[in-house]
């Protein structure tokens, strides 16, 4: 390394001004997250889990949103560096127009079937019975998330991150407060438990979608969207997007099926064990809020200096990244045994479970410091360094290849303890990051992704 990265002030100052917003954005969203399980553990175990599985499509659908909208970030953080607006516009109409597509099927879907989706995660006929309640309205917000998410995250290419902000306050504010007022039926307000919790959420997506558009068309001084520009389409950015950006959804997809894949395992083990997971799930997502922070900023900065030409300097502060990703490492497992007992006590769940909870996240506070590496290098470095598709590689191989099959053989064929099977649920992250090592040896695989397809630039 040429020098030290605290000696590069710019650097330094780009990644806290980009970070910064997005760590705030993820620890208030987390926290809104957080309540909705505080306030449906007050009400039992059972519900507690069904909002865990029932939530999990939604996971799914959170993760091809943020995976396709991550894949036009590839492309829209290189066209930032070179100053190519238009072509950002373009790649973002067409991702919004594949976003809101999906969006629509995949709400109709749990809407219309949510007992057939429950008995994929469960055989428990309560916790079916709870969880088809809460689908049968939260599918009402997957078309509002799906604008609101695809367009805060691809507009943070350009280093607009601060309204995600602005718009997570209002999510935490407004969902906290009607969660308490329509799960316990507090001030006058009917009572309706899990369903409560379900038009809450409804509302505050509607909410968010609405502050969205308009910063997007009032209020953004960047790109300067007019609604024309969503109807925006190009041949050739449509297949660069393809060949560059798809990678990365279909990443994000099949990551996130595999980790539903194991959700259905913890699933069949048992409501105590859902709900464990789910708590330990919680602290754990805290103590990496900074971590995906790092990561994504990461992204943006790395993808800029390609951009604009400056391959050395990116060179440089990829080594930077690395060793940022260590650091964090360690902040992070400190934070997961240091919250662990407090979060715990909380819940209203039997003793059992909370001492389950509690041994789940001792093996967390080991699994983190390679999260921290693999986060970073993976959402991070590669994808902003213009390599997805060895992102998609190690991401898959790592969870379809070990992960997900040692959780299947330890559970259901050698009956392994519940512990077991949570470890093996989290066997990737060192095999992942075997593989980053071997792929960031050198510096072959960054390269600029933004040469083919990109239209002539006109006046906006």
Same mark, same amino acid.
């Given at each position: ?156 290419? @350009?280093?607009?991150?601060? %309204? +995600?902000? *602005?718009?997570?306050? /209002? #999510?935490? &504010?407004?969902?906290? =407060? ?95 064990? @859902?709900?464990?997971?789910? %708590? +330990?799930? *919680?602290?754990?997502? /805290? #103590?990496? &809020?900074?971590?995906? =922070? ?107 290849? /070990? ?58």
């Amino acid at each position: 390394m040429s020098r030290s990265m605290f000696k590069d002030r710019q650097f330094l100052k780009t990644l806290v001004t980009l970070m910064l917003p997005m760590v705030a954005q993820n620890l208030i969203t987390l926290a809104a997250q957080m309540m909705d399980s505080l306030m449906l553990g007050r009400l039992g175990q059972i519900e507690l889990s069904a909002s865990s599985l029932a939530n999990q499509p939604f996971f799914i659908f959170n993760l091809l949103i943020f995976g396709m909208a991550s894949g036009s970030s590839v492309l829209n953080a290189q066209f930032w560096g070179k100053g190519d607006v238009r072509s950002i516009k373009i790649v973002i109409s067409i991702c919004l127009k594949v976003a809101l597509t999906v969006s629509i099927l995949l709400g109709a879907a749990v809407m219309f079937f949510p007992e057939t989706v429950m008995r994929i995660y469960t055989d428990d006929p309560e916790i079916i019975a709870a969880g088809a309640e809460y689908l049968r309205i939260i599918g009402l917000c997957y078309f509002f998330f799906g604008l609101s998410n695809t367009l805060l995250t691809t507009i943070r290419s @350009v280093g607009t991150v601060r %309204i +995600a902000v *602005i718009d997570s306050i /209002f #999510s935490l &504010v407004c969902n906290t =407060g009607l969660n308490y007022l329509l799960i316990f039926g507090s001030f006058g307000f009917p009572k309706l438990g899990i369903r409560g919790a379900a038009i809450a959420t409804v509302i505050a997506r509607m909410g968010e979608a609405i502050i969205v558009l308009i910063y997007i068309l009032v209020i953004d001084r960047k790109l300067r969207f007019k609604i024309r520009d969503f109807w925006e389409f190009d041949v050739g950015l449509l297949k660069n997007y393809l060949k560059n950006g798809l990678p990365v959804a279909f990443n994000e997809v099949l990551w996130s099926v595999g980790i539903s894949i194991q959700s259905m395992v913890m699933g069949r083990l048992g409501a105590s064990v @859902v709900s464990a997971s789910q %708590i +330990a799930s *919680i602290v754990q997502q /805290f #103590s990496s &809020v900074l971590i995906f =922070g790092v990561a994504n900023a990461a992204a943006i900065i790395i993808g800029n200096d390609i951009g604009a030409g400056k391959m050395e300097r990116a060179r440089e502060r990829v080594t930077w990244f690395r060793i940022i990703g260590v650091i964090l490492g360690v902040f992070a497992s400190c934070l997961i045994l240091g919250l662990s007992g407090p979060v715990v006590s909380f819940y209203n769940v039997p003793q059992e479970t909370k001492q389950l909870a509690i041994e789940m996240l001792r093996v967390l506070a080991v699994i983190v410091l390679f999260v921290a590496q693999t986060g970073i290098g993976v959402v991070g470095l590669l994808r902003g360094g213009g390599d997805p598709r060895f992102a998609l590689f190690v991401d898959l191989a790592g969870l379809w290849l /070990f992960a997900t099959p040692a959780a299947l053989l330890s559970a259901f064929v050698f009956g392994a303890p519940v512990l077991v099977v949570y470890a093996c649920t989290k066997l990737d992250e060192p095999v992942k990051l075997l593989m980053l090592v071997w792929r960031m040896r050198n510096h072959h695989w960054m390269r600029d992704v933004t040469g083919e397809g990109a239209p002539q630039q006109l006046d906006n």
